[in-house]
C-alpha cells in the first residue's frame, strides 16, 4: 500500500495562498495529523520553508510536534485552556470567559490568544462576554484575537459579510493582531485576511481551493484477481453480481484504512492514474474488490487518490467532503514523502 505526500506541492499550496493574502502572516493548521498526512512531516517542512505559526486542535496535539520545531515556532491550540492540560511551549485560544479566567491565573505572563464567537455558535466568547473582559484581556496583550467563518466556502452566503461586521465591532481599536480566514477565507478577498490568516485543506490539496496542486496519491496493491462468470456474487451480502464474465482484482486496503464504505459500488480505481475501473461489491475492513475486465493487463497496483480522482471528486462519489476523505486516512499506510 502506498499513500505519497508531496512536500513541495504542499508548500507550493501554502506559498500560492499566502500570496493571495499579501499583507498578513500566513500561518498553517496541522490539526488531525497534518489532516492525515503526517504532522510530525508536515510542520517541520512548513517550519523549514518559513511558516512561523501553527494551529492545531488539542494541547496534545501540540506537545507532539512542540519538540520537532524551534523555539520561534508558535503552536496555537484551538480548544484553548481545557482544565488540567499542560500547555508548557503552547499558546491557548481562549474560548470563554471560564478558559481565560483559568490560563490567566495559572499562566500568568505565558501567551495567549482569544478567540470570539462571531455567530457560528461553535467556540469564542460572544459579544457581551467580550465586552465584560475586554479591558482586562487587552491589558494582557494577547498575541492575537480570532473568529472563524462558517461560511467560507459559499462566497455569496450572507453569513459571510454578517460574521466580518461582527468581528469588526468586536475587534476594531483592540491593537491586537487579528485572524478570520481559513483556506475558504482567504479566497473570499483581502476583507477577510486581517493579520494572519490561518489554511488548512488548501495546503493539503482540496476544496475549496480549486486551483491547489494535488499533494495525496493512493496506490494500492492487487493481492489476487479471478475471473467469475456471469451470475456470480462479489463480496459481503452478495450485492454485486456479475452481468457479464468478469475479472476481479482485489486490493489491499479498506474501510480500516479510511477507504469509507459509502465507495461500495460507487467508486473507482485508476489503472496507471488514467483507466476507472469500478469498484464493486462492499469495501470491506481490509479489502476491495474491482471489476478490472476492461483492462488489457492484469493490474498489480490501482490508484484510488490520484490526479484523474482528486480527494474532492471521490468525496462526492462516498457523500461527503475532502476533509473527512484526508483525515480518514488511516495508520496502516506506508507514508512517503517527496
Ligand atoms: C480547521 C480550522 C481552520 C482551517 O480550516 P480549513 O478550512 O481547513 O482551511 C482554521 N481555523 C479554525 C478555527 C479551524 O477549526
Redesign the pocket.
Known amino acids: 500500500m502506498g499513500l505519497q505526500i508531496d512536500i513541495q506541492a504542499m508548500l507550493a499550496n501554502h506559498a500560492a495562498l499566502a500570496a493571495q493574502a499579501p499583507g498578513a502572516r500566513a500561518a498553517a493548521?496541522v490539526?488531525a495529523d497534518a489532516y492525515g498526512l503526517g504532522a510530525d512531516k508536515v510542520a517541520p517542512a512548513l517550519y523549514a520553508a518559513g511558516v512561523r505559526d501553527f494551529?492545531v486542535a488539542l494541547a496534545r496535539e501540540g506537545r507532539a510536534i512542540r519538540p520537532l520545531l524551534p523555539d520561534d515556532a508558535r503552536i496555537n491550540v484551538?480548544s484553548g485552556h481545557m482544565e488540567g492540560e499542560d500547555l508548557t511551549g503552547l499558546t491557548p485560544v481562549l474560548n470563554s470567559p471560564a478558559q481565560f479566567f483559568r490560563d490567566r491565573a495559572m499562566r500568568p505572563g505565558q501567551p495567549f490568544a482569544i478567540q470570539l464567537d462571531t455567530g457560528m455558535n461553535r467556540l469564542g466568547m460572544e459579544a457581551p462576554e467580550w465586552a465584560a473582559l475586554r479591558d482586562e484581556a487587552l491589558a494582557a496583550a494577547p498575541a492575537f484575537i480570532m473568529s472563524?467563518l462558517a461560511c467560507a466556502d459559499e462566497p455569496d452566503h450572507p453569513a459571510n459579510a454578517a460574521q466580518l461586521a461582527a468581528f469588526r465591532a468586536m475587534t476594531d481599536g483592540c491593537n491586537v493582531p487579528r485572524s478570520l480566514a481559513?483556506?475558504?477565507g482567504i479566497l473570499l478577498g483581502p476583507d477577510y485576511h486581517f493579520d494572519l490568516v490561518?489554511?488548512?485543506?488548501?495546503l493539503y490539496g482540496g476544496m475549496p481551493f480549486a486551483n491547489a496542486r494535488p499533494v495525496v496519491n493512493l496506490s494500492l496493491r492487487v493481492i489476487q484477481t479471478r475471473d467469475v462468470k456471469a451470475g456470480e456474487i462479489v463480496g459481503y451480502g452478495a450485492t454485486w453480481h456479475a452481468g457479464r464474465d468478469s475479472r476481479i482484482a482485489t486490493v489491499d486496503a479498506g474501510y480500516a484504512d479510511g477507504i469509507l464504505r459509502a465507495l461500495s459500488s460507487s467508486g473507482a480505481m485508476l489503472f496507471a492514474g488514467q483507466t476507472a475501473c469500478p469498484i464493486v461489491g462492499r469495501v470491506s475492513m481490509d479489502l476491495i474488490t474491482v471489476d478490472v475486465t476492461d483492462l488489457r493487463t492484469v493490474p498489480d497496483r490501482l490508484d484510488l487518490i490520484c490526479p484523474r480522482q482528486p480527494i474532492d471528486r471521490l468525496a462526492d462519489l462516498a457523500g461527503t467532503i475532502g476533509?473527512e476523505i484526508l483525515t480518514a486516512l488511516g495508520l496502516r499506510y506506508q507514508r512517503t514523502y517527496l
Open positions: 493548521v490539526k494551529f484551538l472563524h481559513a483556506t475558504g490561518r489554511p488548512g485543506v488548501g476533509y
